[in-house]
């Protein structure tokens, strides 16, 4: 990752954390994004925290704009960001309905939007997405963060067929219930043993990111717990 301009949504969040600080590890330019970033969360001189509400696209349009104007390019849009809301369809109301798109779906959407248009005049660049493996099928008692994770994995999926004439790939990761914070305080009976580990998930990231993923677009990747 040498000499790569990576950037991370939701960089400092339960899973976030760990693929951030893996790039890092790796030697790459590393942009993390979230509302609430802040340059103390990661070390290093690779690190540069810029906050951004993606969910509005002048907000993912302005972020993209300021890392272009600093870096000149972006080779790896990691898009980490999400959020978790139950309730059967019934009972969502419209706020909810509404945060899950614009936290699941809009946010994805209007950051690749930017990131494709910016590889696209650089010569190309991978993008991963993070959706979750319950996308794969229906859900009761989830059903509206099923639906906006489900249109997160088309989207991205879409993303790949669009773009592989320009240098661009597109893949999306599932995860299975991942081992972080947030889900062992709204799991507290669980074993968090049999849940996947953020680092295993950041793994993957990388290999979608390196050399040994070049040949590798439009995969729905699915990373299941033990």
Known sequence: MQGKVV??????????????????????TVVGTSRSIRQTDFSGQNFTAIPADI?????????IAKIVERFKHID???HVMGGFA????HDTDDETWKRMQDLNVNSGFYIAREVVRAMRATGGGRIIAIGSLAATEPHAGIG??????TALTV?????ALENADAGITSNIVLPDTMDTPANRAAMPKADPSKWVKP????KIVLTLAGDAGAQINGAVIPVFGS
């Open 55 to 63: 969910t509005q696209p002048a907000a993912a349009r302005e972020l």
């Open 7 to 28: 950037l991370i949504t939701g960089a400092n969040g339960g899973l976030g954390t760990d693929v951030t600080q893996a790039f890092l590890s790796e030697g790459a």
């Open 76 to 78: 790896v849009l990691v």
């Open 199 to 202: 680092a295993d998930v950041a």
């Open 86 to 89: 139950a309730g059967k369809i």
């Open 155 to 159: 989207l991205f999926r879409t993303i």
């Open 144 to 149: 509206a963060y099923v639906v906006s994770k």
